[in-house]
């Protein structure tokens, strides 16, 4: 089982970040997906999560600037975050959920090695 | 702010044993939900230790074991190797507005 996170990097303050998330090892649709973030010196933070169906549900506090995605043909699911600040600087995980639903009891596991997305002009 | 917190560091010598306190709310660990704990060793991604409270996940050494009580829950690890030197956070839900899933805010694990 491999998660891998790509299109981090430099973002413009204001502007927007998208990442992708690719799975292998196995039956993508056969779990939901979540992005979990990590901000220098700081805590985790629960992005959101998509469902094997597209439901999706959102961190109340980025809800308004966040839209995940999924696109099960190429076994991917995206992030993308508008309206970008300095304190959208961090460590982007993306993270597999214990099943196909969407769970308040749900654990994340595994974890993609994460990637850096760094906000600033 | 997270609505779970953690002392942010615990220590302890080679074999001993320490606890991780994480503490909620009526609205997330007194309402039930489960507790599950990762370890963040540095400069990489986080890794289940405990799920469902109590239960430890595949590979997970015994040293680690998970408690929960009411509005609190723990996570004990006997034995203390150098290598659990590491963060350490617990994970729930709350249910508070629309509903979260929340982190503690972490524990940094120091072996003396």
């Known amino acids: 089982v491999q998660l891998l996170e790509s299109g981090g990097g430099l973002v413009q303050p204001g502007g927007s970040l998208r990442l992708s998330c690719a799975a292998s090892?196995?039956?993508?649709?056969?779990?939901?997906m979540n992005w979990v973030r990590q901000a220098p010196g700081k805590g985790l933070e629960w992005i959101g999560s998509?469902?094997?169906?597209?439901?999706?549900y959102y961190n109340p506090s980025l809800k308004s600037r966040v839209t995940i995605s999924v696109d099960t043909s190429r076994n991917q699911f995206s992030l993308k975050m508008i309206s970008v600040t300095a304190t959208d600087t961090a460590m982007y995980y993306c993270a597999r959920d214990l099943g196909p639903v969407i769970n308040p009891d749900n654990w994340f596991e595994p974890w993609g090695q994460g990637i850096l997305v760094t906000v600033s002009s | 702010q997270s609505v779970l917190t953690q002392p942010p560091s615990v220590s302890g010598a080679p074999g001993q044993k320490v606890t991780i306190s994480c503490t909620g709310s009526s609205s997330n660990l007194g309402a039930g939900y489960g507790v599950h704990w990762y370890q963040v060793l540095p400069g990489t991604a986080p890794k289940l230790l405990i799920f469902d409270n109590t239960n430890r996940h595949s590979g997970v050494p015994d040293r680690f074991s998970g408690s929960r009580s009411g509005t609190s829950a723990s996570l004990a690890i006997t034995g203390l190797q150098a290598d659990d030197e590491a963060e350490y956070y617990c994970q729930s839900y709350d249910s508070s507005l629309s509903g979260s899933h929340v982190f503690g805010t972490g524990t940094k694990v120091t072996v003396l």
């Open positions: 998509i469902s094997h169906s597209g439901s999706t």
């Open positions: 090892g196995f039956t993508f649709g056969s779990y939901a």
